[in-house]
T-cell receptor, first 116, second 113 residues
Framework: EAGVAQSPRYKIIEKRQSVAFWCNPI?????LYWYQQILGQGPKLLIQ????????DSQLPKDRFSAERLKGVDSTLKIQPAKLEDSAVYLC??????????????FGPGTRLTVL | KQEVTQIPAALSVPEGENLVLNCSFTDSAIYNLQWFRQDPGKGLTSLLL?????REQTSGRLNASLDKSSGRSTLYIAASQPGDSATYLC????????????FGKGTKLTVNP
């Protein structure tokens, strides 16, 4: 079974530029998550999708971050414009069905973003 | 607001030692608790998941315990090996609401040969 795929793996941009990350979850997983992990910190949930609907985006900085999952499969996360403090690893995860106690989240390798 | 704390932040041990990693959380109204492993440049791998009604879970040389009332969990690693070197993260899922996991900052473990 293929895991969660993310691209690109690394990205370096100047502040105020735009950037987009892509995630393809495990086939059949209804729930998709985007996390931000700043160096030395634990991951912080940015947004959670159930199929193509948003379940939780309470910690997403909506003035600069946006995410979509149009067909309920893969997803993109965009930052526009980027700030220095956005430098982090962006992790995508998926789980089979939301709401069940055994729904382990499976994580992708992440995209490491550096904003100069 | 749920806060998760992991102690110590870093730990270095010789190969073969048994060790304990600690995790504490402020809100005991959790659905479950998970321990993850993170290797440099890679994503997270789930090691053990403990439901709120359970006291412990075991997988190979790993044993995780949960004391929900006191807001504590421990991850016990027996007979540590250099391959166990990684960052170990604890995360809790709140009862009800979204499936959001709240993570601690992790414990960076180094097992020296």
């Amino acid at each position: 079974e293929a895991g969660v795929a993310q691209s690109p793996r690394y990205k370096i941009i100047e502040k105020r530029q735009s950037v987009a990350f892509w995630c393809n979850p495990i086939s059949g997983h209804a729930t998709l998550y985007w996390y931000q992990q700043i160096l030395g910190q634990g991951p912080k949930l940015l947004i959670q999708f159930q199929n193509n609907g948003v379940v939780d985006d309470s910690q997403l900085p909506k003035d600069r971050f946006s995410a979509e999952r149009l067909k309920g499969v893969d997803s993109t996360l965009k930052i526009q414009p980027a700030k220095l403090e956005d430098s982090a690893v962006y992790l995508c995860a998926s789980s089979l069905i939301s709401g069940l106690g055994t729904d382990t989240q499976y994580f992708g390798p992440g995209t490491r973003l550096t904003v100069l | 607001k749920q806060e998760v704390t992991q102690i110590p932040a870093a730990l270095s041990v010789p190969e073969g030692e048994n060790l304990v990693l600690n995790c504490s959380f402020t809100d005991s109204a959790i659905y479950n608790l998970q321990w993850f492993r993170q290797d440099p440049g890679k994503g997270l791998t789930s090691l053990l998941l403990i439901q709120s009604s359970q006291r412990e879970q075991t997988s190979g040389r790993l044993n995780a315990s949960l004391d929900k009332s006191s807001g504590r969990s421990t991850l016990y690693i027996a007979a540590s090996q250099p391959g166990d070197s990684a960052t170990y993260l604890c995360a809790v899922k709140k009862q009800g609401g979204s499936e959001k996991l709240v993570f601690g900052k992790g414990t960076k473990l180094t097992v020296n040969p």
